[in-house]
Nanobody
Framework: QVQLVESGGGSVQTGDSLRLSCAAS????????MGWFRQAPGKEREALAV???????TYADSVKDRFSISLDNDKYIMYLEMTNLTPEDTAKYYC??????????????????????WGQGTQVTVS
């Protein structure tokens, strides 16, 4: 059973950068994909970015110029580097995984239903 734990959230100012981490523990398969979501109060959970075990990535149009997803395959840690943050980025950020999976994420941003493991989330507040 895979467990995911996010970290790195906090309160920042407009224009700041922040890096979120998602550490996976338990049994990890060789092929999988992992993604980042966020949910603001009163809004639906929004898919931001996805990366698969081959390193392919896809981003939501709303963040592709400011956010960067990466994966340390050796340590099973996924990152989300966020730059030029604005108050509109204020939300709880979640990581998720689909494992095992050999699906490529090229040109595909999976929705919440495509994932079978979720972290508890980390709050990001931009003022």
């Amino acid at each position: 059973q895979v467990q995911l734990v996010e970290s790195g959230g906090g309160s920042v100012q407009t224009g700041d950068s922040l890096r979120l981490s998602c550490a996976a523990s338990g049994y990890m398969y060789a092929y999988y994909f992992m993604g980042w979501f966020r949910q603001a109060p009163g809004k639906e959970r929004e898919a931001l970015a996805v990366i698969d075990s081959d390193g392919d990535t896809t981003y939501a149009d709303s963040v592709k110029d400011r956010f960067s997803i990466s994966l340390d395959n050796d340590k099973y840690i996924m990152y989300l580097e966020m730059t030029n943050l604005t108050p509109e980025d204020t939300a709880k950020y979640y990581c998720a995984a689909n494992a095992p999976s050999t699906r490529s994420v090229v040109n595909w941003l999976p929705g919440p239903d495509e994932y079978n493991v979720w972290g508890q989330g980390t709050q990001v507040t931009v003022s």
